[in-house]
T-cell receptor
Framework: ETGVTQSPTHLIKTRGQQVTLRCSSQ?????VSWYQQALGQGPQFIFQ???????GRGNFPPRFSGLQFPNYSSELNVNALELDDSALYLC??????????????FGPGTRLTVL | KNQVEQSPQSLIILEGKNCTLQ??????????LRWYKQDTGRGPVSLTI???SENTKSNGRYTATLDADTKQSSLHITASQLSDSASYIC??????????WGAGTKLIIKP
């Protein structure tokens, strides 16, 4: 176990709805990254948060947004859900001072199904 | 365009046998190359991290190699076990700390 937790485990929504996914990072880690992983594909980088500020973003539309809290936990919000948003959403925590060699520790993911 | 390609897409081998998985990357500027193991429906778990100056890195029965000139990496698994059945994904980190991921190789170990 990595110490990174995500909730909920599974979620079913309909098109047009909004969803909030949550992530608690490993103790002492100040950086959280979010990824979307479609079935049979590798993860795609959504964005990263460091000390409550967005610190890099992948090729995702603005309806994907996030927050990081003072305790370094994080939320991913997706508005106006589309069928293609169905995926496993992963968060990973890391320590910024580890630099580029720093390991990212992944949570178990949230499986989102959009009907 | 930054991308990572892996081969084969899937592989079936008998327990106890060795195998090698391939990863080609075109990520520039390149920082490091990572291999992950991902069980179905779970988050990836890091196996190795290598910078451009490292040629080989081992983690138990897993040995990763990196050729920064040809932009190729491989993951060799020795004496496979049933618990090695998983997807193996390589990811290259660029200078912006962003990981570019491959689609993975699905490995099935048969008794």
């Amino acid at each position: 176990e990595t110490g990174v937790t995500q909730s909920p485990t599974h979620l079913i929504k309909t098109r047009g709805q909004q969803v909030t996914l949550r992530c608690s990072s490993q103790s002492g880690h100040n950086t959280v990254s979010w990824y979307q992983q479609a079935l049979g594909q590798g993860p795609q980088f959504i964005f990263q948060y460091y000390r409550e500020e967005e610190n890099g973003r992948g090729n995702f539309p603005p309806r994907f947004s996030g927050l990081q809290f003072p305790n370094y936990s994080s939320e991913l919000n997706v508005n106006a859900l589309e069928l293609d948003d169905s995926a496993l959403y992963l968060c990973a925590s890391s320590l910024a001072t580890s630099g580029r060699r720093g390991e990212q520790f992944f949570g178990p993911g949230t499986r989102l199904t959009v009907l | 365009k930054n991308q990572v390609e892996q081969s084969p897409q899937s592989l079936i081998i008998l327990e106890g046998k060795n195998c090698t998985l391939q990863c080609n990357y075109t990520v520039s500027p390149f920082s490091n190359l990572r291999w992950y193991k991902q069980d179905t429906g779970r988050g990836p778990v890091s196996l190795t991290i290598m910078t451009f100056s490292e040629n080989t890195k081992s983690n138990g029965r897993y040995t990763a190699t990196l050729d920064a000139d040809t932009k190729q990496s491989s993951l060799h698994i020795t004496a496979s076990q049933l618990s090695d059945s998983a997807s193996y994904i390589c990811a290259a980190m660029d200078s912006n700390y962003q990981l570019i991921w491959g689609a993975g190789t699905k490995l099935i170990i048969k008794p």
